[in-house]
């Protein structure tokens, strides 16, 4: 048994000892016990070492509130969290904890020199240390203050394990498990509805877990609290605890995580480590009890500092007597029931200091029963120890007057400032607070959600006050929900009531700038510090926060806010309604990113969209690229060759025999009906109503500012029926947008907008050869010049398949488009293929397919446009329907800065050393020689080497570019300015002969 | 996450399923290219920006597919109401119970 370890008491199995290891070294602690109470129980007080000074500390408190005991946790590769609290973390068999933040161990930290020079860490130490001069900046200031960031180290592995994330619906959710919860839980399940309890301890109880001494209904607190659990059970109330709820959303919808593994020792095969549930409640009750608050003083945080409720906890749940001598230093009656517990457990309590001068006489005169030395109206005013607190320093206040000091030895000082209501939650809702200055502290008030607090949340006190609240509570949800329900009355004995006073810093005999009296032990904020913003023009309470980062530590400030706005307030001067508290923000406790990625990582982070053919891209070894949510095909290399090589073997192949490309990723919108041609004349900047059932031409849409928004070859079925095509990563937006103008702007227009994207295989096949491969399969349409000439659409069949053939080009060579209903796409790709390969077909991806276009200044838009491009700026004024009355962007286009000169044009660039291939993206100057920063004119928006051309082409956006032709502009790198000439955007075969289709039997 | 009502599926479903499309009753001109610079101006981008309940759109994204008109407020986030497109906008004392 552990030197600490109290027989007889706690709800740790003694039969069941548990090794682990902290430090490096092993400790044996029992089933049921956490790290925290595993390492108290040996007396080991110091477990980390704060942010900022370095300082030891030891747990302070026994829940998630713990700001000092972060532990990192470690099972394997990948399975490590940093700043776990050792007061949540259960122990098991081969654990390994780690103190965080010393180096090179725990009990000698070279970082703790920065306690010696704390005079220089003031508040604002970052804001005004690191000012001047400016270059020290990159170089010095901000490697070195990053490399002393952060709290622990996350792992570098990738993490093993898998989340869960689930939806659930419930009447009414009540969060904690405490006597209030416990009696809102059953009131409410007892009315029959369906009730969810979540708790985020290992086991449901609250503070009837540290409470055993109480009697309920004529039962023992524990023999209650076991046949209530069998109760809520057998009326079907679901209770979930290691289950936080980290979040309050909107409409009562609550994050709940729930730890299912992190305190197992074998992890079980197919279950997560933790689920995220995301629940609605028609009704929410908040028993989420309250915080105790530390006493503010010199000395405050060394280890054996601890809060009293936390001490009672570790004897009653754990049987841990967190020391021999204690000395109990309070503004509350709760902490004299801590004195009388350890007494009885063996310990002997050195002195109760209370700093009020009349205590109540019922605990002094139990205090003198047990031979318990009692200080009323006393300060504390130091401590001493280095690892460990070894005495504290007090003295007797008498009016304002700190008098003689006495040093008392102690191996551990249990203080209690009073307790806070846990309003985070709450906050959440935006709910609003009302402040109390009987309990000097904020209680929760009105919020816009379906939503009561009960029980020491809104400051009740005491076992008998909060399951009696609790039940009225979930009476009140009940009848709120229609349900009748009685709230019974439940006799309890051996209960603790109290009350208390608040303070700001205890009083003291000394200069308080020297005091390290703390309030934010985690961030190292003392109570100077505070103080320190106040006085350097800090008003508002969110800037004092964030001046002395109060509060902004992983524990959220659940023991330092209040504490900190009654010195601030103190400060300014000022009630602390009128200063205010800062906002509490999800989550409650900190949360794994796994718990809230859940099943989205990896392949499942985002949909990848195939088409039908992308297997046999895959089986001929293509190399695949991301455009928008598909992989597509890039290029398809053959042995030994890079990209480079196989996409200009590819554009070769389709400039001289035939190439094929998977287009199936173009976005295809149906739009039918009487109206059809009309909503497409609104629509598209184009003239439709002369196009012929038959023919195609290209679109262009703008948005209702004139920029271009998207384009594609748009194909006349019939007279009421069209085939849009648009871009492959615009097709959802733009069936938006034409929703959003037929259903709001236009809902008398007879027209129906489909997506057909996903139900067409799209095959593009360009080169000279073309024909001679489509003539014998083609069924239905005569493939020459005159009866099917470029831009023209048919239904007919291809390969035995009906297809939708789109006479049309993105490459400048003889072009066609075979749209086959998707699944016939790998059977006709196939077909063509073993067609074709006589012919000198070639297969080709979005790299060649991309060369090709830039040769013949087709744009991509979104690369060479930007969303501030007009048709004009693209050179596309003729495709813009000037005749019609009106389309989308049409009034737009005539806006002053879009007709004014100056615009960034696209045009085509040649570097001027005939060799040098630009880098999309790069900027361009007129004058290379100007000062920096230089004036920019525009950049490069796509650059490749061009076989066809001869040399390496590119397009670019420059002011007033085409004006410009032939002049040099300038293109700044790194290590070199590139001159380049400014030329039209055409590369290859300006005067399109090769779109021509050869005649049968006729030469390519 | 919010809970927003359809009038076309006459259900509430999560704020998932919907799509903000901005202000509502902010209607395109019958006739643009008779607009003035400034009240081109005044379509394509002012906006009210409110604080409180504001009329905007949504749409049915990933349900019915149709655009409908909310009211929203925007400090408290609460729907106070939501209508077919076309349909007029309700006043804000029938909604919130106050004068406007």
């Known amino acids: 048994m552990s030197r600490f370890r109290v027989p007889g008491r706690g709800r740790v199995n003694p039969d069941r000892p548990v090794t682990f290891r902290f430090d490096g070294r092993p400790v044996q602690g029992c089933e049921g016990d956490t790290v925290a109470s595993a390492l108290l129980a040996n007396g080991i007080h110091l477990m980390g070492r704060s942010f900022k000074y370095h300082r030891p500390r030891g747990a302070v408190a026994a829940g998630s509130e713990e700001p000092n005991a972060l532990i990192n946790t470690r099972r394997g590769p990948g399975r490590a969290e940093p700043n776990t609290r050792a007061t949540m973390q259960e122990i098991w068999p081969g654990l390994e904890a ?63 394990d898998t989340y869960a994330s689930r939806y659930l619906h419930t009447d009414v959710l009540v969060v904690g498990a405490g006597p209030a919860g416990l009696a809102a839980a059953r009131t409410a ?27 309920i209904a004529g039962l023992p607190a524990w023999d209650w609290l076991t046949a209530e659990l069998a109760a809520l059970k057998a009326l079907g109330v679901r209770v979930m605890t290691r289950t936080t709820a980290i979040g309050y959303y909107h409409q009562n919808m609550i994050g709940l995580c729930q730890r299912l593994t992190d305190h197992l020792a074998e992890l079980p095969a197919d279950t997560p480590r933790e689920r995220m549930w995301r629940l609605r409640a028609a009704r929410v009750v908040l028993a989420q009890g309250a915080l105790e608050k530390p006493l503010v003083f010199d000395g405050n945080d060394r280890p054996g500092v ?27 009656d709760s902490a004299w029931h801590a004195a009388f517990d350890l007494q009885d457990a063996g310990a002997k309590v050195a002195a109760i200091v209370d700093t009020r001068a009349a205590p109540p006489a019922a ?90 607090i009960a029980g020491a949340g809104r400051g009740l006190w005491g076992i008998a006050a909060t399951l009696a609240d609790g039940a009225e509570k979930g009476a009140e949800v009940a009848a709120s929900l229609g349900r009748g329900a009685s709230a019974p009355a439940l006799p309890v004995e051996g209960d603790r009531t109290g009350s208390g006073t608040s303070h700001t810093e205890l009083a003291t005999d000394r200069s308080p700038s020297r005091a390290r009296a703390f309030v934010d032990f985690q961030n190292d904020v003392t109570a100077k510090d505070l103080r320190l913003a106040v006085r350097e023009g800090m008003r508002s309470i969110e800037h004092v926060k964030r ?17 900190g706005l009654n010195i601030a307030a103190d400060a300014l001067g000022r009630a602390q309604p009128k200063v205010g508290l800062t906002t509490f923000r999800p989550p409650y406790t900190p949360t794994s990113f796994g718990a809230f ?43 030994g060759e890079d990209m480079d090589t196989a996409v200009a073997r590819e554009c070769r192949a389709t400039r001289t025999a035939i190439g094929m490309f998977d287009a199936s990723t173009l976005g295809k919108i149906e739009v039918v009906g009487p109206d059809a041609v009309e909503f497409m004349n609104r629509m598209y900047t184009n003239p439709w109503t002369k196009l012929q059932p038959g023919r195609c031409r290209y679109g262009l849409l703008l948005g209702d500012d004139g920029f271009i928004r998207d384009d594609g070859v748009i194909g006349r079925l019939a007279h009421d029926r069209f085939h849009v095509t648009t871009t492959t990563g615009g097709a959802a937006r733009v069936l938006n947008m034409m929703e959003d103008y037929l259903q709001t702007e236009w809902p008398e227009l007879d027209v129906w907008l489909t997506s057909t994207t996903e139900q067409w295989s799209t095959i593009a096949l360009n080169g000279p050869r073309v024909a001679e491969l489509l003539r014998p399969l083609v069924e239905g349409v005569t493939l020459t010049e005159e009866a099917f000439p470029h831009m023209s659409v048919a239904e007919c069949t291809v390969a035995g398949m009906p297809a939708r053939l789109f006479r049309v080009s993105f490459t400048g060579e003889t072009g066609f488009e075979v749209n086959v209903p998707a699944p016939m796409g790998p059977a006709l790709w196939q077909r063509l293929a073993e067609a074709g390969a006589p012919l000198g077909l070639t297969p080709y991806g979005t790299e060649a397919m991309h060369v090709m276009r830039a040769e013949k200044g087709y744009i991509i838009v979104g690369q060479d446009t930007d969303g501030t491009v007009t048709p004009a700026d693209a050179g596309l004024t003729w495709a813009v329907g000037k005749a019609k009355p009106d389309f989308v962007g049409k009034r737009g286009l005539a806006r ?37 920063p230089m004036k920019m004119v525009g950049h490069v928006t796509s650059a490749y080497r061009s076989e066809a051309a001869g040399r390496p082409i590119a ?36 005067e399109n002969t090769r779109l021509k289709l050869a005649a049968p039997g006729g030469d390519a | 996450m919010l809970l927003i009502h359809c009038p076309y599926c006459d259900e509430t479903l999560p704020e998932l399923e919907f799509a903000h499309a901005g202000e509502a009753h902010v209607a395109r001109p019958e006739n643009p290219s008779a607009q003035s610079d400034a009240e081109w101006e005044e379509f394509l981008f002012i906006r009210r920006n409110v604080k409180g309940p504001h009329y905007e759109r949504w749409r049915h994204t990933h349900g019915c597919g149709r655009f409908f008109n909310a009211v929203r407020d925007t400090v408290s986030d609460r729907f106070l109401a939501t209508y077919p497109a076309g349909a007029p906008r309700p006043s804000l004392a029938s909604l919130t119970g106050e004068s406007e």
């Open chain 1, 597 to 639: 990625a859940g099943y989205h990582r990896g392949g499942h982070f985002e949909v990848t969209r195939r088409t039908a053919i992308d297997p046999l891209a895959e089986a001929a070894g293509a190399v695949f690229e991301p455009v928008g949510q598909w992989r597509r095909a890039r290029y398809f290399p053959r042995p």
């Open chain 1, 306 to 332: 601890m809060l009293a409720g936390a001490a009672q906890t570790y004897l009653h749940r754990f049987g841990v007597r967190v020391g021999d001598r204690p000395v109990i230093l309070t503004s509350h």
């Open chain 1, 189 to 215: 399940a007892e009315a029959g509805l369906r009730v969810v309890l979540v708790d985020e301890h290992a086991e449901a109880g609250g503070t009837l877990l540290s409470e055993p001494q109480a009697r």
């Open chain 1, 363 to 452: 605990l002094a005169g139990e205090a003198q029963a047990r031979g318990i030395r009692v200080l009323a109206g006393f300060t504390a005013t130091a401590t001493s120890g280095r690892l460990r607190v070894r005495s504290v320093r007090v003295h007797p206040v008498s009016a304002g007057t700190v008098g003689a000091g006495e040093e008392i030895a102690c191996d551990c000082l249990l203080m209690s400032g009073g307790w806070t209501p846990s309003l985070h939650l709450f906050s959440h809702t935006k709910g609003s607070l009302a402040w109390d200055e009987d309990r000097t502290t904020f209680l929760p008030a009105d919020t816009p959600e379906d939503c009561v």
């Open chain 1, 896 to 932: 002053p800065d879009l007709t004014a000169p100056g615009r960034r044009q696209l045009v085509g660039l040649l570097t001027e050393d005939g060799t040098t291939l630009l880098e999309e993206g790069a900027q361009i100057v007129l004058d290379p020689a100007q000062p920096v």
């Open chain 1, 955 to 990: 397009l670019a956006l420059v002011e007033g570019g085409h004006g410009r032709m032939g002049e040099t502009v300038h293109i700044p790198m790194p290590d070199r300015t590139i001159a380049a000439t400014i030329t039209g955007c055409v590369f290859h075969d300006p």
């Open chain 1, 98 to 160: 780690r103190p965080q933040n010393c180096w090179p161990r725990l009990s000698f930290d070279l970082g703790a020199v920065n306690d010696r020079a704390y005079m220089l860490f003031s508040a604002g130490f970052y804001y005004k240390t690191f000012m001047w001069p400016r270059s020290f900046w990159d170089k010095l200031y901000e490697p070195v203050i990053r490399a002393a960031a952060g709290l622990g180290v996350s792992p570098s592995e990738e993490d093993p």
């Open chain 1, 547 to 563: 001046y002395t980062t109060n509060g902004m530590a992983t524990d959220q400030g659940k023991m330092s806010n209040i504490n």
